[in-house]
C-alpha cells in the first residue's frame, strides 16, 4: 500500500485521509538543500524514531528506535561519507538535532529521499514528523500526532509514500 499526497494538504492511505503540511515553497522535481521544497516522487520509508522520554512504544509493525541526545541526521553538503545519514552528534559536521526541545521529532520517520545513491546537496532529513498547527516545513511532511499514531498501526516497512 501507498501513502498518496492529495492536493498538498492531505495524506491518503487506504480509506484514511489525514490533513498534513508540505514544504513552504511547494514540491519539487529538481530538489536541493534548504529550497524548502518537498520532493516529488514515490519511497519507501524507514524505520520509526521516537522519544521515549515522552511518549511510549507505540503499536506499529516498524522498526522503532529510540532517540537519543547524541543523535542527528547530516545536512552537511561538504560530508559525502555522513549526508543524509544518522550520525552521532558532532560540532565537526552539520546535522539536525533529532532530540528536540520541541515536540516535532516526538515521532518521526525518515523518507528515503536521497537515500540509496546519495548525491550531495539534492536535499537531506526529508522525514514524516509531527505538526500542531500545520505550519509549512522545510521539505518534511507533517501531520497531527493522533493521525501519526493511526497511521503507525497501518503501515509496514513495505509502505512508500508517493508526493505528487
Not at 18 to 23: D, K, M, Q
Request: glycine share 6%; aromatic share 10%.
Amino acid at each position: 500500500m501507498t501513502i498518496i499526497l492529495k492536493n498538498k494538504a492531505s495524506l491518503q492511505f487506504d480509506d484514511f485521509v489525514f490533513h498534513c503540511a508540505i514544504g513552504k515553497k511547494g514540491l519539487a522535481k529538481n530538489k536541493f538543500e534548504g529550497d524548502k521544497k518537498t520532493p516529488i516522487g514515490t519511497y519507501s520509508l524507514g524505520n520509526l524514531y521516537y522519544r521515549k522520554d515522552r511518549n511510549p512504544k507505540p503499536l506499529t509493525k516498524l522498526k522503532c528506535i529510540p532517540i537519543k541526545k547524541n543523535m542527528g541526521w547530516c545536512d552537511d553538503i561538504k560530508n559525502k561519507k555522513n549526508y543524509n545519514k544518522l550520525v552521532k552528534v558532532n560540532k565537526k559536521i552539520k546535522h539536525e538535532k533529532l532530540f528536540r526541545k520541541d515536540y516535532k521529532y516526538d515521532f518521526m520517520i525518515p523518507i528515503n529521499y536521497n537515500s540509496k545513491k546519495t548525491k550531495l546537496g539534492k536535499g537531506s532529513a526529508i522525514f514524516l514528523h509531527l505538526t500542531k498547527n500545520f505550519s509549512s516545513t522545510l521539505g518534511c511532511v507533517a501531520i497531527k500526532k493522533k493521525d501519526f499514531l493511526i497511521l503507525l498501526k497501518l503501515i509496514n516497512k513495505n509502505t512508500k509514500i508517493r508526493l505528487i
